[in-house]
Each structure stands twice: as C-alpha cells, then as structure tokens.
C-alpha cells in the first residue's frame, strides 16, 4: 500500500496524538512518515529497546505484550511508541501485528526536528500524552 502525502496528512488528522494540528504541520509530519508493513506476529517495537519512532496503525490490528501478558489491542487511528520517542529510554512494551498490518513510522530524529519549529505540535503531543495517562489511570483504578 502506498499512500500519498495528502493521504497520510488525512491520516494523522484522525490520530489522537495530532488532532487539531494545522494543516501546514500535518503536510510536514506526512511527508516525514514512511510506511512500514509488518506480518502476522512480527514486532512492530520491542520491550527493552530503545525506541527511535513512532507508529500509526493505518489498516490490521496489533497486541501489546510485557512480560507475556496481553496489555491492549490495537487498530487502525492507534498510535504506539510516542513515551520511548519522547523520553528516549526504553520501550516499556511490545507491539506485535495480527494479521497484515500497515503503519505510518516517524523516525524519532524527524519528530524532533519538527517540534522544535512547531509550537502547536509540542501541544499537540502533550495532550496526547495527558489523554493516555488518563485513559492507563481510569484502567488501572477500576
């Protein structure tokens, strides 16, 4: 599957994690996003590595594993790999594709460089990091 960069700034302006973005910067992003196909059970990130992107779920499923127990399910507009990006320590999980399964990969080096000339997209990723610690607090205090 190859996706135009128009595309995959539609793409990434239905993810959470960059949601309300100008379109400027979602061209930005998208032109920076490769793509990246995975088989069924293939890593998509491993725990313990460090991370150097982060991915979009664009079409297949994927689960989240540590330490052998099944954390998540994720699909397509879900995103992965955005703490060990930010805080470049090492992945707290691992992501495997079930079934075929496409993402949208943006390098670690490539985010920063836009971050540090787009205010909004700092914003962006803050929010998006406050709406997954709410959600992992409400799952985990239930």
């Known amino acids: 599957m190859t996706m135009t960069v128009a595309e995959r700034a539609a ?7 960059f949601a309300g973005l100008p379109e400027a910067s979602l061209q930005a992003l ?3 996003a ?6 069924d059970g293939d890593a998509i990130v ?21 330490g052998g127990e099944e954390l998540d399910r994720l699909g397509p507009g879900d995103y992965l790999g955005e703490l060990a990006v930010i805080d470049r320590m ?7 594709a079930v079934g075929p399964t496409t993402c949208l990969a943006l390098a670690s080096w ?3 460089r836009r971050v ?25 205090s239930h």
């Open 34 to 39: 490769g793509e990246a196909e995975f088989g």
């Open 116 to 140: 540090d000339g787009d205010p909004e997209l700092v914003h962006s990723l803050l929010r998006g990091l406050a709406l997954r610690v709410r959600h992992l607090s409400e799952h985990h």
């Open 46 to 66: 491993l725990q313990g590595q460090v991370g150097t992107g982060l991915f979009v779920i664009v079409a297949g499923a994927a689960r989240v594993v540590r």
């Open 30 to 32: 998208a032109e920076l």
């Open 90 to 96: 090492p992945r707290m999980a691992s992501v495997f």
């Open 110 to 112: 490539d985010l920063f």
């Open 11 to 17: 793409l990434l302006s239905r993810v959470t994690l």
